[in-house]
């Protein structure tokens, strides 16, 4: 564009170290610097952001013991962490809604979220306010998809060498693409032989909270035995298998970790009754 460049020059003491950095910031203008922050021990934070037909690129040069690391930004990475920021906020309201306790994991800032990304600290840990039981939260954003190996070597991490999760548990994978009919096969095969029940989310579902989407019709999972044993009374049905069904791997079922056997009261607006409950059996 025949911009002229301007270099910012600084020096900074690291935190744990007796050497000083040597930071060059080389930008086309017009732009607007905010801070950055690296884990070699630099403590101020820095953003760019270009203007639309100028360079979408921020070269940081950082100088360390006559060693030199280049970083190139670009606004890929500014969408990358914007998705994360996104899919982590969406996940946390999900399973607030689901009575999960997820006041220690809320509040943190697009910054915060980016230092997570870059020391692989995403996942989550929570346990549910009612029944102790528990959700971990895996963000697998290594490949494209994730293989029935990766998701064994998983599994062998939470629920047998560290115990961090039980049968009773949830486990939920948060990958970027959707999971493949062998994928879907393992999952099945996890949780009729033993017992270990895994959600696999697309990070692209996670963009928005389909529990709030206007098109969702209000649903709840129904644990009260006695409403179950009313229900089937009242349709006067001999086994809950005569219910229709709603497959585990629904967008909706997702959502709400929905378990295969678990009836859901879903109620949806009328032209005659104004509202009608109807019941799905997750299968």
């Known amino acids: 564009?025949?911009?002229?460049?301007?270099?910012?020059?600084?020096?900074?003491?690291?935190?744990?170290?007796?050497?000083?950095?040597?930071?060059?910031?080389?930008?086309?203008?017009p732009c607007f610097l905010r801070g950055f922050s690296t884990k070699e021990g630099f403590v101020r934070e820095t953003w760019v952001s270009l203007q639309p037909g100028f360079p979408t690129k921020l070269i940081l040069t950082i100088h360390k013991d006559i060693k030199t690391t280049?970083?190139?930004?670009?606004?890929?990475?500014a969408n990358r962490i914007l998705t994360l920021f996104k899919a982590r906020k969406n996940i946390l309201e999900i399973l607030d809604d689901l009575d999960y306790e997820t006041t220690d994991y809320a509040g943190f800032s697009i910054?915060?979220?980016?230092?997570?990304?870059?020391?692989?600290?995403?996942?989550?840990?929570?346990?549910?306010?009612s029944n102790g039981k528990k959700v971990y939260v895996k963000f697998y954003l290594d490949a494209k998809q994730?293989?029935?190996a990766n998701l064994d070597n998983i599994i062998e991490d939470l629920f047998v060498i560290d115990t961090v999760l039980t049968k009773n548990?949830?486990?939920?994978?948060?990958?970027?693409?959707?999971?493949?009919?062998?994928?879907?096969?393992?999952?099945k095969y996890l949780?009729?032989?033993?017992?270990i029940f895994v959600v696999i989310h697309n990070i692209n579902r996670l963009q928005f909270n389909i529990l709030n989407h206007k098109l969702v019709p209000?649903?709840?999972?129904?644990?009260?035995?006695?409403?179950?044993?009313?229900?089937?009374?009242?349709?006067?049905?001999?086994s809950l298998?005569?219910?229709?069904?709603?497959?585990?791997?629904?967008?909706?079922?997702?959502?709400?970790?929905?378990?295969?056997?678990?009836?859901?009261?879903?109620?949806r607006n009328s032209a005659t009754a104004l509202s009608y409950k109807y019941y799905r059996i997750c299968v």
């Open 191 to 195: 949780f009729d032989h033993d017992g």
């Open 70 to 77: 280049h970083y190139i930004y670009t606004m890929s990475n």
């Open 111 to 129: 910054n915060e979220i980016d230092a997570m990304y870059v020391n692989n600290q995403l996942d989550l840990l929570m346990n549910h306010q």
């Open 146 to 148: 994730i293989r029935p």
């Open 218 to 238: 209000p649903t709840e999972i129904i644990h009260d035995e006695a409403k179950i044993a009313e229900l089937q009374k009242k349709f006067n049905i001999k």
């Open 1 to 29: 564009m025949g911009f002229p460049k301007k270099i910012f020059r600084f020096f900074a003491r690291p935190v744990k170290s007796m050497f000083p950095y040597h930071v060059s910031f080389t930008v086309s203008l």
């Open 241 to 267: 298998q005569q219910l229709p069904e709603i497959s585990r791997f629904d967008p909706l079922a997702l959502a709400m970790c929905m378990r295969p056997g678990q009836i859901c009261e879903i109620n």
């Open 169 to 187: 548990d949830t486990l939920i994978i948060i990958t970027e693409d959707e999971p493949n009919d062998t994928i879907i096969t393992k999952l």
